[in-house]
């Protein structure tokens, strides 16, 4: 996706830890595909697939923090506030889908 403002660069801890927590959910995916292979209980599966969702929720809350943060609150000094605030809007309403 492109875009037309400039991107603030993460700090080494940032990447670190929105990487941890991806590696956990990647962990967490392999660990239902197994489930599947092994013909876990249903409910089981759903549970993780439960947890799955909330984490990957919780690394879009963390990135949406940082983005208002660093890349609207830049477009609000720049003069570009609506725009950068419709952006996220819009993606946002993606999340509720």
Do not use: W
Not at 49 to 61: N, P, R
């Amino acid at each position: 996706m492109e875009h037309k403002y400039a991107v603030t660069p993460r700090s080494e801890e940032e990447k670190e830890k929105v990487l941890k927590r991806l590696k956990r959910i990647e962990g967490q995916v392999r660990g239902i595909q197994k489930m599947i292979e092994d013909d876990r209980y249903c409910i089981d599966i759903l549970i993780q697939i439960s947890a799955i969702e909330s984490a990957l929720k919780q690394v879009g809350f963390s990135v949406t923090e940082r983005h208002m943060n660093h890349c609207v609150s830049d477009a609000i000094r720049k003069g570009e506030g609506e725009e950068s605030i419709a952006e996220l809007m819009k993606v946002l309403r993606q999340f509720g889908k």
